[in-house]
T-cell receptor, first 113, second 117 residues
């Protein structure tokens, strides 16, 4: 079945460092891909999404490109801030498998000043 | 916009009692709501999909008689954990998708922490 694998955390960075959180997926159809973020004490928020191959989703300085050839959707940011500290979830939605979201296990990011 | 609330935010109950969790879409109508369970250091696990006015669709392995879901209106879905036991302790999260938008974008509530003693 469909699945999402993302890198284990926690990821600990200093402010202004570069961030990459790897995410790969398996799907039978042509899924849409998402990154959600969960700040401490809050619900999940959609960070960005891409609905087809080669699409790039971006928001708040974060980017991720839908790579069909490598089945990946890595999250990147050039310069992280303390306020980016949160748990990041990669997810997919595959119309052929139904419309429910399938999540990765989440990666905790901790940024220190 | 697209705010989803949950109530309560945390609840502690005795084993054997029932607990009801509410999920509301505050500023939009949600034909479909989803209930997830999140274990520590684990991903969110979809429990059931709730459609307004019809019976919920449960994922494999989820006991529908234990986790009762009611989606009475376009802005409210409830999850009742019946005869709760300590192993039901978890973080329960609901989400809602906007009517007519397709179900790809879900808006999540802040979650409810359940502790069963």
């Amino acid at each position: 079945g469909d699945s999402v694998t993302q890198m284990e955390g926690p990821v600990t960075l200093s402010e202004e460092a570069c961030l990459t959180i790897n995410c790969t997926y398996t799907a039978t159809g042509y899924p849409s891909l998402f990154w959600y973020v969960q700040y401490p004490g809050e619900g999940l928020q959609l960070l960005l999404k891409a609905t087809k191959a080669d699409d790039k989703g971006s928001n708040k300085g974060f980017e991720a490109t839908y790579r069909k050839e490598t089945t990946s959707f890595h999250l990147e940011k050039g310069s992280v801030q303390v306020s980016d500290s949160a748990v990041y979830f990669c997810a997919l939605s595959d119309p052929q498998a139904g419309t429910a979201l399938i999540f990765g296990k989440g990666t905790t990011l901790s940024v220190s000043s | 916009g697209a705010v989803v609330s949950q109530h309560p935010s945390r609840v502690i109950c005795k084993s054997g009692t029932s607990v009801k969790i509410e999920c509301r879409s505050l500023d939009f109508q949600a034909t479909t709501m989803f209930w997830y369970r999140q274990f520590p250091k684990k991903s969110l696990m979809l429990m059931a999909t709730s459609n307004e006015g019809s019976k919920a669709t449960y994922e494999q392995g989820v006991e529908k008689d234990k986790f009762l879901i009611n989606h009475a209106s376009l802005t409210l879905s409830t999850l009742t954990v019946t005869s709760a036991h300590p192993e039901d302790s978890s973080f329960y999260i609901c989400s809602a998708s906007i009517t007519g938008s397709g179900q790809e974008t879900q808006y999540f509530g802040p979650g409810t922490r359940l502790l069963v003693l």
